[in-house]
């Protein structure tokens, strides 16, 4: 089920303020994803090995190559159980770029990948490095303090479909960059590398609403 | 910064897409490929990028000879064939060839002591170029050199082709060190601090108040096992790059998985343990101190 926390926040579960949210560190930009959360207030962890896992809130997917993280991945087999347990669990996934290809469900030209995020990505999709840009992208549902957001694409991939149950976030052009399917947020783009951490901070502020709290 | 050629304190929009994308090259391993085959080696490995270069270093100093740009259609086949970032090489000052490797599409240019300098005095004027730039550094005064000319990711040179990493060592310790003792001056004292490096003093005050290089900072030359990948991540390169030490070693694909995995496990000794039993012979080395001051590539750079 889709929830549109974004405009119409509910009686929810407190937002977790300062939870603690892990990079994947295996490979790619995970110092800046853990500047970023610094500069937000989370307490984060560079995550290296699987059994790292189990003390996080949320957890970040950077940019990267896919390639090299999925070798990473072959090296040590129980990453894509533990990382497919953890996205099931509730609990914040966003990706980013490699990320993005990594949580997808399916990529061309064909690799593997998680399949916890029902979206279709072209890997470099926008182009090589001389391609990379950064331009203007808007919100689905505008508001008039955050009209439109930053898009820093670097041999991007490109999202080319969404299951009718993935909510699309932000687009750019008519195509989506930003999405979500309940706890798992995927990006295009790199808004740990924005001038504004505008984007980052509404992705963490959703998804941290969902971390399971019904004992409380 | 004041080096974005517009006079902006802040880095512009195109030397941060250049350093966005040497950020997601972080924490991996770029491996010098010569052909096709070896540049599908490498990213089944797990390398973030090939260097597209006609000789591996080993060999260019073996041969000797004018060592220029790879030829374009060997760069075009590389990039072809895989799906990673393709870098090449262009020789200190060249800047036709720069222009010519822009013009193929590569992801980054490597403006490199590799190849025979083709200027004296000069390095190119990296800002007019829309690919980004690494460039190779012996101390911090170089390596702001090439940053004020718009290098987006410095690469601290070892010895190349040697096998023999104490100049990555060096060299990374001389940049770390000049950092360090940046810090500790007063606003006061930056200028003359900037004089004596030989660099841009705008960049320097940037260097003593973030206590880091602007860009990314990787190391390079004489990289030849897992350990050697370890040592210089864990003395504060961000990644490697490994020359003749991958298709010089006994078996280049086991090699290439294993530094890849030091990459990233450079803290982990036991990771590093078994990584390194799974591997056979590195390259050949060649002692550089027992090597002429002639036959250094690292002196070339200005």
Redesign the interface.
Known sequence: MVTRLMTTPRASPTPVSNGSIGVLALQGDFAAHAEALRRLGHQSFEVRDPTQLRDLDGLVIPGGESTTILRHFDRQPEWLRRLTDFARSGRLVFGTCAGLILLARSVQPHQPSLGVLDVTVERNGYGRQLDSSICRGSWTQAEPSNPDIEIVLIRAPRIVSTAAHVEVLAHLDDEPVLVRQNNIFGATFHPELAAGLDVYERVIALGMRLVPQTEA | MNTNGNGSPEPN?GL??KT??A??????VIMDVTNVEQAKIA?E?????VMALERVPSDIRRDGGVSRMSHPNMIREI?AAV???VMAKCRIGHFAEAQIL?SL?V??VDESEVLTPADNRFHIDKWAF???FVCGARNLGEALRRIGEGAAMIRTKGEAGSGDVVHAVEHLRAITTGIRELTQLRDDELMTAAKDLGAPYEIVRKVARDARLPVPNFSAGGIATPADASLVMQLGA?SVFVGSGIFKSEDPASHA?AI??A???HL?PVKLADVSSEIGAAMPGIETSKLDSSELLQTRGW
């Open positions: 929009d941060r897409l966005g994308l950020e997601m090259l972080k924490g991996g990213e490995a797990g390398a973030v990028a990039m799906s990673i970032p822009q599409g992801d980054f829309d690919v980004p961000e998985r890849v995995q990459a990233t496990h982990d």
